[in-house]
């Protein structure tokens, strides 16, 4: 069974641009979540999907959004880039969407330079 | 505010040793405490969960200590091996929020041959 996959590996950008980012999940699952991980803040939570409706929110600016597909694959989005930014993005599949009941399944991320 | 916090930041063991990372959270609405190991250019893959009213759980050499009345949880691998070594994340998180995952910092393993 593939993994979590997620692209593009790497990707650099510059200031002011937007980038989306994609990520498809083990097959069957129906949840997607997203994390945003750096040296400085470590993993933060930026959203959750299940059944193409966004079920939680993290703590960033309207700038990040994201959306599912009926397939259960993932975009997210970020406008504006600024260089702080640049991040690991990381997707997160699960077959629900309670963590006490579901493996949580991480894919190796999109590596975003902001220059 | 973090609520979940991670010590120590860096741990080197010697093969063969334990190693015992630690957590502490805040919010009492927590009841489910997982582990993550991450290894450089992977995502977190999960080690191992517990959930509060159970002070312990062993899987193989990973073991979860969980102390509910000082909101602290721990890691411990016994006989580590060079290949444990990787970054370590305990993570939190609360029924009514799905798969939102508070992490700790992090603590990078070397276990030394």
Redesign the interface.
């Known amino acids: 069974k593939a993994g979590v996959t997620q692209t593009p590996r790497y990707l650099i950008k510059t200031r002011g641009q937007q980038v989306t980012l994609s990520c498809s999940p083990i097959s069957g699952h129906r949840s997607v979540s997203w994390y945003q991980q750096t040296p400085g803040q470590g993993l933060q939570f930026l959203f959750e999907y299940f059944s193409e409706t966004q079920r939680n929110k993290g703590n960033f600016p309207g700038r990040f959004s994201g959306r599912q597909f009926s397939n259960s694959r993932s975009e997210m989005n970020v406008s504006t880039l600024e260089l702080g930014d640049s991040a690991l993005y990381l997707c997160a599949s699960s077959l629900g969407v309670r963590a006490t009941n579901e493996k949580l399944f991480f894919g190796s991320g999109t590596q975003l330079s902001v220059l | 505010q973090q609520q979940v916090k991670q010590s120590p930041q860096s741990l080197i063991v010697q093969k063969g040793g334990i190693s015992i990372i630690n957590c502490a959270y805040e919010n009492t609405a927590f ?2 405490f ?1 582990w ?1 190991q991450q290894f450089p ?6 080690l191992i ?1 517990i ?1 509060p009213d159970v002070s312990e759980k062993k899987e193989g050499r990973f073991t979860i200590s969980f102390n509910k009345s000082a909101k602290q949880f721990s890691l411990h691998i016994m006989d580590s091996q060079p290949g444990d070594s990787a970054t370590y ?1 305990c ?1 939190a ?1 609360m ?1 009514n ?10 603590t990078r393993l070397m276990v030394k041959p």
Do not use: E, I, Q
């Open positions: 009841d489910y997982p993550y250019g992977k995502g977190p893959a999960l969960a959930r994340f993570a998180s029924g929020a799905g798969n939102m995952l508070t992490f700790g910092g992090g």
